[in-house]
């Protein structure tokens, strides 16, 4: 990208991304064994609600005491710190990047020279979206056996049907593409069960890039190739977890994140160009209508999923650099790692709803409920039923909506990240009978039992903005607020005592 406002150096590879984590005091190396089954999903939880460092278990073992291969990296993307700088920035930077994501979105005329030097950083950006095509990747050193119980793949919780690879960015394309044609490649994190030593479930749910791709070959009656990066740059990383539109390429888009474009080489045994820098690469194919149950285990929502079928695939080589790393993570009632990368998500996403919906001041997903299923948003209210207008246009104008049961709109006043504010706004703005909002029969993830039929269900709409024009025939009250002056002379006096005290 080399926008003005990328302060970190590239990171090309999970590696280099841990060394950095180490420079800045941030990765723990543990040498105690930790087992694969359960307890590491102990120390990785713990960890996360301490907002502690990233985790590399040294001495991970197999359910037999065995020692892992290989060393397992945990809680990469364990806090919002760690998320903004796997895409090059600061913390405070990400509401600067998200505006500039939004003016690549929608790239205004150029006017004149001058004009043009000033887009620098977007044309810059363009040309890293083209991907590379190297001839040699550290991610094929070594070709093994497709063995995938080699790797130290965590069970993660007790009620969990069986070992789940839960970072893998699967790599497909449509039927009737070659591979050479990488801008038609979908990139997404699915989380995959170990059925055996060649054989695993992917569970990408119907809406996501790969299923779509999954369909077109199924209609064609052929195998789908696809490959798995194990432990990616994160750029890649986040590139794949973020809800981009179809037509969006998450391998063009993980360059403008990496500040240098993506290098890939071709697979062994599959036509698709993977991630050179991978630590570890699932090569295989999945056959038309070949599915396996699915489950349970453990979910962002902080339930267990209910077993359903998804593909299987049959792994056709397993591929990795000479000392690999395994990367891990686990999901469960939040805040769990995805929740934390989905705060990130939720501020880079602002700019581009605004564009869409621009009396949006501010909009937050809380991530305690599930980072997605409430939204509160906060608008600058100039008219009667602008509230409602802000709902039906979050729900209708932006797919990412679809799953959210709930909306809350606010006065911009209201800060719409404290439910302190929500609730101060909810109980003296909002009339249950006149500001609620209820639709019926409409989509809803399949994941939400609470829902009366699997894919269907209600939303809800609160407007607890203040009442004007015909929305109300009252005097409406006043907010109190102290005179600046006062606020700041009771500031300075208590300072000057606290001074004197000590
Ligand atoms: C750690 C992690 C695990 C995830 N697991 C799944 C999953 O099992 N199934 C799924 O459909 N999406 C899962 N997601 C969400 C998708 O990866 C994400 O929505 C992504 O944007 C989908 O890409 P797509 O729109 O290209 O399909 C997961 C995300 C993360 C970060």
Same mark, same amino acid.
């Given at each position: 990208? !080399?926008t #003005?406002?990328?302060?970190l150096?590239? /990171?090309?590879?999970?590696?280099a991304?841990?060394?950095?984590?180490d420079s800045?005091?941030?990765?723990?190396?543990?040498?105690?064994?930790v087992a694969?089954? @359960?307890?590491?999903?102990a120390?990785?939880?713990?960890?996360?609600?301490?907002?502690?460092?990233?985790?590399?278990f040294d001495?991970?073992?197999?359910d037999? &005491?065995?020692?892992?291969?290989?060393?397992?990296?945990?809680n990469l993307?364990g806090?919002?710190?760690r998320?903004a700088?796997g895409?090059g920035?600061?913390?405070a930077q990400?509401?600067? /990047?998200?505006d500039?994501?939004?003016?690549?979105?929608?790239p205004a005329?150029?006017?004149?020279?001058?004009?043009?030097l000033?887009?620098?950083p977007?044309?810059?950006?363009?040309?890293l979206?083209?991907p590379?095509?190297?001839?040699?990747?550290?991610?094929q050193?070594?070709?093994?056996?497709p063995d995938?119980?080699?790797?130290? +793949?965590q069970t993660?919780w007790?009620g969990d #049907?069986?070992?789940?690879?839960?970072?893998p960015v699967?790599?497909t394309?449509p039927h &009737?593409?070659?591979?050479?044609?990488?801008?038609?490649?979908?990139?997404?994190?699915?989380?995959a069960q170990?059925?055996?030593p060649?054989?695993?479930?992917?569970?990408?749910?119907? @809406?996501?890039?790969g299923?779509a @791709?999954?369909?077109?070959?199924?209609? #064609?009656n052929?195998?789908?190739?696809v490959?798995?990066a194990?432990g990616?740059?994160?750029?890649?990383?986040?590139?794949?977890?973020?809800p981009?539109?179809?037509?969006?390429?998450?391998?063009?888009?993980s360059?403008?994140?990496?500040?240098?474009?993506?290098?890939?080489?071709?697979?062994?045994?599959?036509?698709l160009?993977?991630p050179a820098h991978a630590?570890?690469m699932l !090569?295989?194919?999945?056959?038309?209508g !070949?599915t396996?149950p699915?489950?349970?285990f453990g979910?962002?929502?902080?339930?267990?999923?209910?077993?359903?079928?998804?593909?299987?695939m049959?792994?056709s080589?397993?591929?990795?650099r000479?000392?690999?790393?395994?990367?891990?993570?686990?999901?469960?009632?939040?805040p *769990?790692?995805?929740?934390v990368?989905? !705060?990130?998500f939720? *501020?880079l996403?602002?700019?581009?709803?605004?564009?869409?919906?621009p009396?949006?001041?501010?909009?937050?997903l809380?991530?305690a409920?599930?980072?997605?299923?409430?939204? +509160?948003?906060?608008?600058?209210?100039?008219?009667?039923?602008?509230?409602?207008?802000?709902?039906?246009?979050?729900?209708g104008?932006?797919?990412? /909506?679809?799953?959210?049961?709930m +909306?809350? +709109?606010? *006065?911009?006043?209201?800060n719409?990240?404290?439910?302190?504010?929500?609730?101060?706004?909810l109980?003296t703005?909002m009339?249950?009978?006149r500001?609620?909002?209820?639709?019926d029969?409409?989509?809803m993830?399949y994941? *939400?039992?609470?829902s009366?039929?699997?894919?269907?269900a209600?939303?809800?709409?609160i407007?607890?903005?203040?009442k004007?024009g015909a929305e109300?025939?009252r005097?409406?009250?006043q907010?109190?607020?102290?005179?600046?002056q006062?606020?700041?002379?009771a500031?300075?006096?208590l300072a000057r005592?606290a001074? &004197?005290?000590?």
């Amino acid at each position: 990208m !080399e926008t #003005a406002i990328r302060t970190l150096p590239v /990171f090309a590879d999970l590696r280099a991304f841990l060394e950095w984590a180490d420079s800045q005091r941030d990765l723990l190396r543990i040498a105690d064994p930790v087992a694969l089954r @359960h307890q590491m999903t102990a120390v990785q939880v713990a960890a996360l609600q301490g907002g502690g460092p990233v985790l590399r278990f040294d001495a991970a073992r197999h359910d037999d &005491g065995a020692r892992a291969a290989m060393p397992v990296v945990a809680n990469l993307f364990g806090t919002k710190a760690r998320v903004a700088a796997g895409l090059g920035l600061d913390c405070a930077q990400i509401h600067e /990047f998200g505006d500039f994501l939004a003016g690549l979105r929608t790239p205004a005329p150029v006017d004149g020279m001058r004009d043009a030097l000033s887009r620098w950083p977007m044309l810059r950006a363009a040309l890293l979206t083209r991907p590379h095509i190297a001839r040699r990747g550290a991610v094929q050193q070594v070709t093994a056996a497709p063995d995938l119980t080699q790797l130290p +793949v965590q069970t993660p919780w007790p009620g969990d #049907a069986g070992p789940l690879i839960t970072w893998p960015v699967v790599i497909t394309r449509p039927h &009737g593409t070659e591979a050479a044609q990488v801008a038609r490649y979908n990139l997404g994190v699915y989380r995959a069960q170990v059925l055996g030593p060649d054989r695993l479930i992917l569970r990408w749910l119907a @809406h996501r890039g790969g299923a779509a @791709h999954a369909r077109t070959w199924a209609r #064609a009656n052929e195998p789908m190739p696809v490959a798995i990066a194990l432990g990616a740059d994160p750029a890649t990383l986040l590139a794949a977890a973020l809800p981009l539109p179809e037509t969006v390429s998450e391998l063009a888009f993980s360059g403008v994140l990496r500040g240098a474009r993506a290098d890939l080489v071709p697979a062994r045994t599959v036509p698709l160009l993977v991630p050179a820098h991978a630590e570890i690469m699932l !090569e295989g194919w999945v056959h038309p209508g !070949e599915t396996s149950p699915e489950g349970p285990f453990g979910d962002h929502t902080g339930y267990y999923n209910a077993v359903e079928p998804f593909p299987v695939m049959r792994t056709s080589a397993i591929t990795h650099r000479r000392d690999p790393l395994y990367l891990t993570t686990i999901t469960g009632r939040p805040p *769990d790692e995805p929740s934390v990368i989905g !705060e990130v998500f939720n *501020d880079l996403a602002l700019p581009v709803i605004r564009a869409q919906i621009p009396e949006v001041r501010d909009l937050w997903l809380p991530p305690a409920a599930c980072s997605y299923r409430i939204a +509160v948003v906060s608008i600058d209210k100039r008219y009667p039923g602008q509230a409602r207008r802000v709902m039906l246009a979050l729900w209708g104008m932006l797919a990412q /909506f679809s799953y959210t049961k709930m +909306v809350v +709109v606010v *006065d911009a006043d209201i800060n719409a990240r404290s439910w302190d504010d929500i609730a101060w706004a909810l109980a003296t703005r909002m009339d249950p009978a006149r500001d609620v909002m209820v639709l019926d029969t409409t989509p809803m993830d399949y994941l *939400d039992f609470a829902s009366p039929r699997e894919g269907l269900a209600g939303k809800i709409g609160i407007d607890a903005t203040t009442k004007i024009g015909a929305e109300t025939t009252r005097d409406w009250g006043q907010v109190m607020a102290l005179r600046p002056q006062d606020a700041a002379f009771a500031a300075d006096l208590l300072a000057r005592h606290a001074a &004197g005290g000590r």
